[in-house]
């Protein structure tokens, strides 16, 4: 099959065509035949060497991804040859052919092309599990993502407002707040505002979701409300900070946070049932989508990657492979 691979860590030129063995399903495990795959920022990390793939995964970049069963693996059920899904993959989704737990898979839903199917695994698995199990967003309560218009953020904020929650977003241009507006939250322009008064000026933020991490940890705890949840995924700007953490007891603060690659099976698969149970209805209802930047074809992954680190774009980028 062909695929791109990392020929070694480094700038988008690493990424080249190749082409390697087609996966052969496992015990409970699925082979697709992709017909898209998403791009996401742990995808540029893996290449530039600082997001290593967990043991037995596939060395190929790419998480996520929709297409149709090619085979299927001893121990399935539900899913036959021809069925048209997409799922959040270990690894591999750079690729013609790429093989996952069978229980990572989610039918595409009702009314949503395969393009759009592709870019729902990573954010979706990420932002519910962030926001909702995790971070218990509530009806009423005041929501602040950060980098509202990357994908992650424009997914962020239609499941919060979905949920009924008043929600804030953080973005570095007009254009890029404007996005976010259009989703309903109520942009903050970084470079012109301080978000934490912001916030305060609102009685704080009961539940913040932060991908920059650095100087921003201690400004999001700033900006919490009382009893509020700080929700950690990803450091943009380093993992460390220094915190006067007085703040956190006085107030009855919550700083927690994950990273979806590395956790089991058996989570990733507790997470899909819920994104089928709750999510996929809102998407099928028209209260969530999918936001897209630009498409790409799978020979032109480098380029995919340059767009992703310019910072210029607004929802999610895609590969096309099939």
Known sequence: ?????????????????????????????????????????????????????????????????????????????????????????????????????????????????????????????????????????????????????????????????????????????????????????TAINYRDADFGSVLRGQGGANLILDMVGGSYIDRNIKALADEGRLVNIAFLQGPKAEINFSQIMLRRLTLTGSTLRPQSDAAKAEIARALRTHLWPLIEAGAVRVVHDSEFPLAEAALAHARMESGAHIGKIVLKVG
């Open 1 to 185: 099959m062909r695929a791109v691979e990392i020929a070694s860590p480094g700038g988008p030129e690493v990424l080249r065509l190749c082409q390697r063995p087609t996966p052969v399903p496992g015990h409970g495990e699925i082979v697709i035949k992709l017909a898209y795959a998403g791009v996401n920022r742990p995808d540029v990390l893996q290449r530039a060497g600082a997001y290593a793939p967990p043991p037995g995964a596939s060395t190929l970049p790419g998480l996520e991804g929709a297409g149709h069963v090619a085979a299927v693996g001893p121990g399935v059920a539900g899913w036959a040859e021809g069925d048209a899904l997409c799922a959040l993959l270990p690894g591999g989704g750079y690729a013609e052919y790429a093989v996952c737990p069978a229980a990572h898979a989610l039918p595409v839903p009702r009314g949503t092309s395969l393009r759009d199917a592709a870019c729902l695994p990573e954010t979706a698995f990420t932002v519910w599990s962030n926001v909702v199990m995790r971070g218990r967003l509530r009806a009423g309560e005041r929501f602040l993502v950060h980098g509202g218009s990357s994908g992650i953020g424009t997914m962020a904020i239609q499941v919060a407002r979905a949920l009924g929650a008043r929600v804030f977003a953080t973005a570095g241009s007009p254009e890029k707040c404007a996005a976010c507006e259009a989703l309903g939250a």
